[in-house]
């Protein structure tokens, strides 16, 4: 069994994806910085503005000369709608560049995965996949949305307080950036913590959305089964292990929060002791004062701000951990870097000194297999469950490498060929018949998306399908619904044949693709598939005997090793393992 994949967090990682994401739109982060320049110069003229109000405005309005006050109190208007204006305009800006960022990921996230190999996808849930492209993605757009924008407003505002504090009375100002000595030991802890804290809270959310996805694709057989409790048990669990997580972070922040407000009041409660001396000694002015009690507190403010930014990031950093983990996996079937072009497929496949095994942890499956398989020659593959006939044929269509060997399509090592060149030679139907949500006309042009309607009716006759799909409510125009429900199983498969036949490749592997199909049906495919099969390869899997005996020859495999290889008639003559099967199969048909 595959062990559940899981990816370790990297130094720096999430930092360089992050910075590839922000690289296209230096222009706009540009723009936006200047804009927040702006506005933060205009909301720290206020306090000035209020100073001189105090110590000259309202003197000389008393003495009979209202000019200066009226100065002053434009002056604050003004720098109140800039503040607002330039304030509109950042988010405007910044909010297009979160946006672009985000759809970028987005986009990245689902090209990668779709290029990621089986074994991958088989190892790393689907529902850790949808909690990197859902929730995730979602903390980062908190991040970009506010945490970003509050930490640019709240930096500028601290430098330019400090600036001001330090221009109106240096001696107040040492009072408030001794405060920095304990703050900067509790920012210190408080991102180690709450890194910890919210790697942890990714995780476990992507367990509770993993267990959600599972228990909804698999509904009929949680229904059948009546595992409702037993699934609502574990849902609880990992609701309370994310509980906890977040419980943690919530926690690692209130002690932060507090430790920034019990410093901001005591330097405010010392500054104003100290200034109401120093007026009272004539040392400062009292507007000078009243300036320097609103720096204060717009020094300690974007501290709480910063606090909250450095949460946000905290939470965003772990999810882009996750997500760069995934686009760093490097596909384990890689596309070459200088393919080998193809040309016209005639069918040829080989297989020379291959062994295979799904993982370094995972016994060998196949071992030593040699096998060529003329061009336009039909086999297939039997045997027992286990034997290696799935592990064959995904080789064949190059879902895995072989650890040793070589498997070749007319005489071109796989690992040498182009994917596009691949897929059009090779294509294979399972038996899970996979139809997407859209109309059946849809499924069959999946094998050859510029398919005339004509072509498209044509495949589906070639497989006895057009009188069934004639009979829906829209013909090939009707909506098959998700996962194909609106059709039986037989029928998917069915539209999966005539989305193969549709592609007409060289070579087309069927891996116990009539599984599902009822006595009736399946004798109409048998004819189908002995025109469709003609003059090109086939490698076929089946249980059933019926669909194996109309190949040109059969292979019985045990343990990864072909036992048995010859027609049908050869091997039924021989009265080997193949005979027997077909002996137990008669029989289980009388």
């Known amino acids: 069994m ?124 689907s529902g850790k996949m949808i909690a990197r492209a859902t929730s995730d993605i979602d903390t980062l757009s908190d991040l970009i949305d506010e945490g970003l924008d509050g930490l640019i407003s709240s930096v500028l505002t601290i430098i330019g307080v400090t600036a001001l504090m330090l221009a109106l ?98 330097s405010f409660v010392a500054v104003l002791a100290l200034g109401a001396w120093m007026v009272s000694e004539n040392e400062i002015a009292v507007g000078v004062l009243a300036a320097f009690l609103i720096y204060v507190r717009r020094f300690y403010d974007p501290l709480d701000q910063i606090g909250n930014f450095l949460n946000t990031y905290a939470s965003a950093t772990a999810a882009l951990e996750k997500i760069s983990g995934v686009l760093a996996q490097d596909p384990s079937v890689p596309e070459p870097a200088r393919p080998t072009p193809l040309g016209e497929a005639r069918g040829e496949l080989r297989m020379s000194s291959v062994s295979f095994r799904y993982s370094e942890r995972t016994p060998v499956v196949l071992a030593e297999l040699d096998l060529h398989v003329p061009a336009g020659q039909t086999i297939a593959v039997v045997g027992a469950t286990g034997a290696g006939k799935s592990s064959l044929v995904k080789l064949f269509a190059r879902f895995y490498d072989p650890a040793t060997g070589v498997v070749s399509l007319d005489g071109i090592d796989l690992r040498r060929l182009g994917e596009d060149d691949l897929r059009a030679a090779i294509v294979m139907v399972t038996q899970e018949s996979f139809l997407f949500t859209g109309s059946v006309a849809e499924n069959i042009a999946l094998g050859k998306p510029s398919a005339e309607r004509s072509e498209i009716e044509a495949a589906a006759r070639a497989v006895g399908a057009h009188e069934f799909i004639s009979a829906l409510p829209r013909g090939y125009d009707t909506d098959v619904h998700k996962h194909g429900s609106r059709l039986s199983a037989g029928q ?99």
């Open 2 to 125: 595959t062990r559940p994949l899981e990816i370790e967090a990297e130094p720096g990682r999430a930092r360089r994806l992050l910075g590839s994401l922000l690289r296209p739109h230096r222009a706009s982060a540009a723009l936006a910085m200047l804009l927040v320049l702006g506005e933060n110069a205009a909301h720290l003229a206020g306090p000035l503005l209020i100073a001189g109000a105090l110590d000259s405005g309202i003197p000389a309005a008393v003495k009979g000369d209202p000019v200066p006050m009226v100065w002053f109190v434009a002056g604050y208007a003004v720098s109140a709608l800039l503040t607002a204006g330039l304030r509109w305009g950042f988010l405007l800006v910044s909010g297009g560049v979160g946006q672009s960022v985000l759809i970028d990921l987005r986009g990245r996230l689902f090209t990668h995965s779709q290029r990621l190999s089986l074994s991958f996808h088989q190892s790393y849930t």
């Open 169 to 266: 009375d240096y001696r107040l100002a040492l009072i408030v950036l001794a405060g920095f000595v304990p703050l900067v030991v509790a920012t210190v802890v408080f991102r180690r913590e709450s890194a910890k804290s919210y790697r942890r809270t990714r995780t476990e959310i992507a367990k509770v959305i993993t267990h959600f996805t599972e228990t909804m694709t698999g509904v009929r057989a949680v229904q059948a089964y009546r595992r409702e409790a037993r699934n609502a048990k574990v849902l609880d669990e990992h609701n309370d292990g994310y509980r906890l997580a977040q419980n943690r972070s919530t926690t690692v922040l209130g002690a932060y929060l507090v430790v920034l407000r019990v410093v901001g009041t005591l």
């Open 492 to 590: 998917r498969q069915l539209v999966a044949f005539a989305r193969a036949f549709l592609a007409d490749p060289a070579v087309l592997i069927l891996d116990e693709a009539t599984s599902s199909l009822d006595i009736p049906t399946e004798r109409a495919v048998q004819d189908a598939l002995e025109t469709v099969l003609r003059d090109r390869t086939a490698v076929i899997i089946a249980h059933r005997l019926s669909t194996v005996l109309i190949a040109d020859r059969v292979l019985v495999m045990d343990k990864g090793v072909v036992t048995e290889d010859g027609s049908p008639e050869e091997l039924l003559s021989n009265g080997g393992e193949f005979a027997a099967l077909h002996t137990a199969w008669t029989t289980s048909l009388a």
